[in-house]
């Protein structure tokens, strides 16, 4: 059974660090595509990174603020969030699918966690 578990979401100010986890279990992180997305209430699921063995990936967002990192022993992945401002607010998840032929960077992942809060707020 694979499942994927967030966690470290909170509330902070902006301008703020966070660092989000992601354990996984089921898959190996070192073979499946990784990546994290966030959701807004009424808005589109939007992919921030995406990752597959040493190559990882950014949307436009997430570029210069958020890095992806990995843990093969923990089987657990990272996303670390600088300079959070108020538009980051959002749930955000992991994901995994099987790594084929075809690019990571997309969202139809097949294994979702459940999602962590962050909100920014002053």
């Known amino acids: 059974q694979v499942q994927l578990v967030e966690s470290g979401g909170d509330s902070v100010q902006p301008g703020r660090s966070l660092t989000l986890s992601c354990a996984v279990s089921?898959?190996?992180?070192?073979?499946?595509?990784i990546g994290w997305f966030r959701q807004v209430p009424g808005k589109e699921r939007e992919g921030l990174s995406w990752?597959?063995?040493?190559?990882?990936y950014y949307s436009e967002s997430a570029t210069g603020r958020f890095t992806f990192s990995k843990d093969n022993a923990r089987n657990t992945v990272y996303l670390q969030m600088n300079g959070l401002k108020a538009e980051d607010t959002a749930v955000y998840h992991c994901?995994?699918?099987?790594?084929?032929?075809?690019?990571?960077?997309?969202?139809?992942?097949?294994?979702w966690g459940q999602g962590t809060q962050v909100t920014v707020s002053s």
């Open positions: 994901a995994a699918r099987r790594a084929d032929d075809e690019s990571c960077v997309r969202d139809d992942y097949t294994y």
């Open positions: 990752n597959i063995w040493s190559a990882t």
């Open positions: 089921g898959v190996s992180v070192e073979e499946y595509c």
